[in-house]
């Protein structure tokens, strides 16, 4: 990897970067103020996407102020190493010249250092404040099992994986050690959903869709290039609110509803964004969740015999990863639905889903 | 401002004189702090010149002093000070010691009063202070006073310390004498007292009732550093926890004292010593974990194991690293566990004092979902000096999410200077017969006590010894040790 094509700030000793920091801001003058409200690690193995996530970083810091580190890995190398830079993202706060600024350290550990984050990243937390870690890598058996007792808030994006069944055994694992009892899982593929689910939520809410959830017996999913496992997330969801269980016979994969109603499942791959529809069929009625590309809204709509027509229009949320996190920083708490539908889809996900 | 003196440095060729105690002096001098006609009297075994040792203490000041050298200031400030070659045990040493005294008295007005400092290895104090006490030199004439600074550590267990102690006393007055350590010479460790006892807001919270547990760390990066044929004899427990940790615990833990006069103070800790529950037999394998640091890397780069390291007897078993749970069977503290843990070779240097408070009752918030994180004060002793506090706060929203925020208080930013170093503020003290920073001889004896008992069971074999990688932060022997009680150590 050439990390050194990327613009990482000053470089630093890694045992001087606390002092060094604290320089930064004495030269700074009284014009900038230093905050912090969690600490934001992304750890990420592939050189190419430092710049990009500097600039992620740069975006989230001017809605949460952040001690952010940036780890660029490479524990395959032959040689140990740790090199690190410091550098601050500033902001105006209000009128004046003063401006908010947040540090961003990058680190960026070969061999065996990448193994060693606890000691070497960990160390520069600013304490007492949540720590979110985004794992942009895939999981893997870590030589120190303690690394996730640091950790408040595991982030990642399923989407991402190779394998996701594997995967998220293994995330599972991870939030059932010891010290997972205060670790939240956030699957950004789960959070982008959330406009998604409000979005059918609130249109359940009406008496009349609300009376023909028990009776649906197929679902149509559509999703853009690479979005599959998110739909499946949104299948899993909805099938583990109305406790549908999954049936695989004969090839043929469907759910079976609490009143014994067997649910066909379509799944299909279009031009589009995330998920661009959703149809829900009753034997009477039709309920769709429609998403042009590029739009921020669903138009939602029942159409059946003998039902009053109904048609909204439903915020989608946005689809940039930078809005997905700055939301998911923003909401903050647990996702208490999201292991349950995960479980639910789990036996739909292949090794070769994205 | 005190009366002007001389200074006299015994072991000043040392690496203490020229990192600590001479750019201390230098920067009292620059802070105009330091009377003008104060002397400084380097004692030692080598040959040098005034000259020789004026630049050797240039270079070093240079490199250690935190304000940059002024050189009109430095050659006034040079020009006080004095190189006296003597072996510490030649009674014509001191007798000359005395005379050349004598004439910088009448050369530069110090008025007979001396400081005696003792910079050197604690095998050489009886020799020092019996010929102190023969030559006449501990003696104050009427109108002056002398008065010595010891440097720790005062003993190795309770018995030398008792009898350094009484060797000490045969020389000079318990009041004049002054037990250093340097801890408490930190402005943080000074703000303990004012942060309890100057704000209602803590005070009235500071017990079994509102607090959980108290944790105090001290990390360092460093290995032995060339100091492997004390450190081995020595070990973590008896080189931090006997005095710098016990004495931020007995802040911490002690009453109101009646007045702020020096005793008052210490006697407030000498309770608190005094009340710690003594942990012994198999009680030690309980609430102590002992460990020794394995080769790993610090920051990056590869280090020895221990017993890798210079001057290190291959077999040893003294431990780098201590943790510890202390109660202390009193009042205020029934049931609050005190956890102290010390260690070299981890990630990163940092001092602390962290009180965890008591959990809410969860009935308000229990649907939320929410973690909710205790609140935390920290007393960050070094580096950056200041105080924290964690509570909890609503995330903005209309739903109610809570986070942890905190308000953070810089000693450096906030009062706009650097803070003097430690040994600033204690040589000040010593010159102005000031001796609440310094420990008393009863503080120092029951720290040991306490010590004793563990270090009783740890000699009788090597068992219970854990092992820690280098660079990372302890062995998961402390670490459950403090999930006993439900917490874990902090990140720091």
Redesign the interface.
């Known amino acids: 990897m050439n990390a050194a094509t990327v613009e990482f700030g000053l470089p630093v000793e890694i045992g001087r970067i606390d002092k060094e920091l604290g320089r930064l801001w004495e030269e700074s003058g009284d014009t900038k103020t230093r905050a912090s409200l969690i600490n934001l690690a992304i750890y990420t193995e592939s050189a190419e996407s430092m710049a990009a996530n500097t600039e992620l970083i740069a975006s989230i810091a001017g809605e949460h102020a952040c001690r952010a580190l940036l780890i660029l890995a490479n524990p395959a190398a032959a040689q140990d190493s740790a090199k690190a830079w410091i550098n601050a993202h500033c902001f105006p706060a209000g009128k004046g010249d003063r401006q908010i600024c947040s540090e961003q350290i990058t680190f960026q550990l070969d061999g065996e250092a990448a193994m060693a984050l606890p000691n070497l990243v960990f160390s520069h937390l600013d304490s007492d404040l949540p720590l979110c870690v985004w794992w942009q890598a895939e999981f893997r058996k870590l030589a120190d099992e303690r690394l996730w007792q640091w950790v408040d808030r595991l982030i990642y994006d399923s989407r991402e994986w190779t394998d996701p069944s594997e995967q998220f055994e293994r995330v599972r694992e991870i939030a059932a050690c010891d010290a997972g009892r205060r670790i939240t899982l956030c699957d950004l593929n789960w959070a982008r959903l959330l406009s998604t689910r409000f979005a059918m939520a609130q249109f359940f809410d009406n008496a009349t869709a609300i009376c023909l959830l028990e009776k649906i017996h197929k679902v149509r999913l559509e999703y853009g290039p690479g979005f599959r496992t998110s739909a499946l997330l949104l299948l899993g969801w909805f099938a583990s609110r109305l406790g549908w269980k999954f049936q695989p016979m004969l090839g043929n994969a469907f759910f079976v509803s609490r009143k014994g109603v067997q649910v066909q499942v379509e799944l299909a791959e279009t031009e589009g964004g995330c998920v661009s529809l959703c149809r829900f069929d009753h034997d009477s009625a039709t309920i769709e969740f429609r998403r042009e590309k590029g739009s921020e809204y669903f138009h939602a709509s029942l159409r059946g015999e003998g039902l009053p027509e109904i048609s909204q229009l439903l915020p989608g949320g946005r689809e940039k990863i930078t809005d997905t996190l700055l939301s998911e920083l923003s909401r903050g708490g647990r996702h208490p639905q999201y292991v349950e539908a995960f479980e639910v889809v789990r036996p739909l996900f292949q090794s070769s889903d994205r | 401002m005190p009366e002007p003196c001389s200074i006299v440095i015994f072991g000043a060729t040392g690496d203490l004189t020229h990192r600590k105690l001479v750019p201390a002096l230098y920067n009292l001098a620059a802070n105009g702090s330091l009377p003008a006609s104060v002397s400084v009297v380097g004692f030692a075994r080598r040959d040098k010149t005034d000259e020789i040792f004026r630049r050797e203490l240039e270079e070093a000041a240079q490199k250690f002093s935190r304000q940059k050298l002024n050189p009109e200031l430095w050659e006034h400030f040079a020009s006080s000070i004095f190189y006296h070659r003597s072996e510490f045990d030649k009674a014509e040493g001191y007798d000359a010691l005395a005379k050349r005294l004598d004439e910088l008295d009448a050369q530069r007005g110090t008025r007979g009063n001396r400081l005696f400092y003792l910079s050197v290895a604690p095998d050489q104090f009886p020799i020092i202070l019996e010929h102190l006490r023969k030559s006449g030199l501990n003696q104050a004439r009427k109108g002056s006073w002398t008065r010595v600074i010891v440097e720790k550590p005062f003993g190795i267990d309770l018995p030398t310390a008792v009898e350094l102690n009484s060797l000490v006393d045969e020389a000079f007055r318990e009041s004049d004498t002054y037990r250093i350590d340097h801890y408490l010479g930190k402005e943080t460790a000074q703000n303990i007292m004012v942060l309890r006892f100057a704000n209602s807001l803590f005070e009235t919270m500071w017990n079994a009732k509102h607090i959980d547990h108290v944790q105090i760390t001290a990390s360092e ?1 460093l290995g032995v550093e060339g100091r492997a044929g004390y450190y081995d004899k020595s070990g973590a427990i008896r080189d931090m926890v006997q005095n710098h940790l016990l004495q931020l615990l007995c802040l911490t833990a002690m009453e109101p004292p009646s007045d702020l006069s020096a005793d008052a103070i210490r006697d407030e800790k000498v309770k608190v010593l005094k009340s710690l529950r003594p942990i012994e037999g198999a009680d030690v394998r309980k609430y102590v974990v002992r460990a020794q640091y394995s080769a790993g ?4 780069k ?1 280090v020895p194991a221990y017993r890798d390291e210079q001057n290190v007897p291959p077999e040893s078993a003294t431990e780098t690293y201590v943790a510890l749970q202390v109660n202390i069977d009193n009042w205020r503290w029934a049931g609050v566990p005190f956890f102290v843990r010390v260690g070299k070779r981890l ?2 240097a940092a001092t602390e004092i962290a009180i965890h408070f008591k959990s809410v009752p969860p009935v308000l918030f229990r649907n ?4 909710l994180d205790d609140n ?1 004060l ?1 007393i960050r002793i070094q ?2 000096e200041g105080i ?1 506090l ?1 509570m909890c706060a609503k ?3 209309s ?1 109610l ?6 308000m953070d208080f810089h000693y ?2 906030s009062f706009g200077k650097a803070t003097p170093e430690a040994y600033e503020r204690l040589l000040l003290d010593a010159m102005s017969g000031d001796a609440t920073l310094f420990a008393r001889r009863d503080e120092v004896e029951e720290a040991w006590k306490f010590i004793d008992a563990i270090r009783a069971d740890w000699d009788k074999g090597d068992e219970g010894l854990a092992f820690y990688s280098a ?3 302890g062995p ?1 022997e402390a ?1 459950d040790l403090i ?1 006993r009680h439900g917490a ?1 150590w ?3």
Not at chain 2, 297 to 300: T, Y
Request: no cysteine; proline share 12%.
């Open positions: 990066p890397a610090v920051n990056g590869r990630p990163k939320s979902g929410d973690v935390v920290v580096p950056d924290s964690r995330k903005p929203g739903s999410r809570i986070e942890p925020v905190k450096g930013t660079g990372s932060w998961t670490d999930q874990t902090r990140r720091l």
